[in-house]
């Protein structure tokens, strides 16, 4: 197979990670996508260094199956905890390289603030990042563990006051500190976007991780002639370690999987 043809693969623990997919989806609709989420084992950014990178490696090796010409990892966890995302190579680039720069030429007064698993924010990923690139920016990190069980579980409607509740012990601090710009270090979080924005409030930008990463797939792809020649629709795959039912169900908060397929796998 021509290798412009062949799909873009994107994985994460759970699936946080379809906020890449819906991105890739709407910038690059013709593209074919298969998607590894390891609900299984979310999340990951509880979990230690070496237990991370060995998840990694297998959603990696699972993707490679499908001869995929370009990988996101569209987990921050991951991203972090691969030294920056320098192990990834060229055909692959996880989630903290494109929100560092679109944070970076977002803010206005250097106050950046991070939100991401304790793995990542343990890391200093995002940090020496940011530092690398813009040396006068002032970084305020959180961890926030519980984002992500309340958005496997579906705590993410308006006026979850649950949600809501630990969202103002998380963000309050960054908040105070008068920060402009906030990056949603991990793929779960932009769920909860309307209620991390209640909570810091007009003049934050927030920045999608997965957003970014799908820009910057597209960016690549294009510059080394990789896009699809074919004109018709994209077709997607999803794969999970868990219930391909429950999968289905928490998907449709992040994309119209329409009649794609759901699959379960082993790793």
Do not use: W
Not at 151 to 167: H, R, W
Not at 218 to 241: H, I, M, S, V, W
Request: glycine residues 8%.
């Amino acid at each position: 197979m021509e290798q412009s043809s062949r799909p873009i693969g994107v994985f994460d623990s759970g699936i946080g990670g379809l906020t890449a997919v819906s991105e890739l989806k709407r910038i690059l609709p013709n593209e074919d996508i298969v998607y590894l989420g390891d609900t299984a084992r979310v999340p990951y950014g509880t979990k230690s260094r070496e237990t991370i990178l060995r998840y990694a490696s297998q959603d990696l090796e699972f993707l490679k199956r499908f001869d995929v010409k370009f990988t996101i990892a569209a987990c921050g966890t991951v991203s972090s905890v691969m030294a920056g995302e320098s192990l990834f190579g060229g055909l692959c680039t996880g989630v903290i390289l494109p929100a560092v720069a679109k944070a970076c030429s977002a803010t206005k007064n250097k106050k950046i603030g991070v939100i991401a698993t304790v793995a990542s924010v343990r890391s200093g990923s995002y940090e020496r990042l940011i530092k690398q690139r813009s040396p006068e920016v002032k970084v305020y990190s959180k961890a926030c563990p519980m984002f992500v069980p309340l958005v496997e579980n579906g705590y993410t409607y308006p006026g979850c006051e649950p949600t809501a509740l630990i969202a103002r012990e998380y963000l309050e601090p960054l908040r105070d500190e008068g920060i402009d710009t906030l990056i949603l270090g991990c793929t779960h979080y932009p769920l909860l976007s309307e209620i991390i924005s209640e909570v810091m409030g007009e003049g934050v930008t927030l920045i999608s991780s997965g957003a970014e990463a799908a820009d910057y797939a597209k960016k690549y792809l294009q510059e080394n002639d990789l896009l699809k020649k074919e004109d018709a629709p994209g077709r997607l795959r999803f794969f999970c370690t868990d219930s391909p039912e429950l999968f289905r169900e928490n998907a449709a908060r992040f994309i119209d999987i329409g009649g794609a397929t759901v699959e379960r796998c082993d790793l």
